[in-house]
């Protein structure tokens, strides 16, 4: 199956300019990595004890609370791109769970800052440690600097898409 979808990208590719081949093919490799990526984070959800009962989605969002304690859903929707209501009901879920307490704005009661409880806490240290563990499988063979350069260019990719993003119609 691999073989034929690569025929295939392999003719619309040589109808395209170089540079336009290039780009196209750039971004199917970045598919391609970013698939292989979060198989091996299901694998590691799946075979883990105690966390095989997260979504990978939910292990983003307890991630995103754990980088920003005292984040709102509102703030969640705003960096994920995601439907509030989704967030909405994910988060119920979480905080029945007892992975995220939730203390009411002082100023406006109808904003929650959510964060992580200490079972939570817990389970992201978990996450973590598989997530340097895949993080230095992807790069394995690659020196120091090729690291570095790396990572340069993949920000200047994701800059450029941001640009595109945020460029008024």
Do not use: C, W
């Amino acid at each position: 199956m691999r073989k034929s979808i690569d025929n295939v990208n392999q003719k619309a590719l040589s109808t395209a300019s170089p540079k336009e081949a290039r780009g196209e093919e750039l971004m199917e490799l970045v598919h391609t990595v970013m698939h292989q990526l979060r198989s091996a984070q299901y694998q590691a959800l799946r075979d883990s004890e105690g966390l095989s009962e997260l979504t990978h989605l939910e292990s983003k969002v307890l991630g995103f609370f754990g980088r920003r304690p005292g984040s709102t859903q509102s703030d969640l929707a705003q960096h994920s791109g995601r439907d509030k209501a989704q967030l909405a009901r994910m988060i119920k879920g979480l905080r029945d769970r007892g992975l995220l307490a939730a203390e009411a704005d002082a100023q406006d009661r109808r904003h929650q800052h959510l964060r992580l409880t200490p079972a939570a806490e817990g389970l992201m240290e978990s996450l973590d440690a598989q997530g340097r563990t895949i993080g230095r499988q992807a790069v394995t063979g690659l020196s120091a600097a090729e690291q570095a350069q790396l990572l340069s260019l993949m920000r200047r990719v994701r800059d450029n898409l941001q640009a595109e993003l945020e460029a008024p119609e």
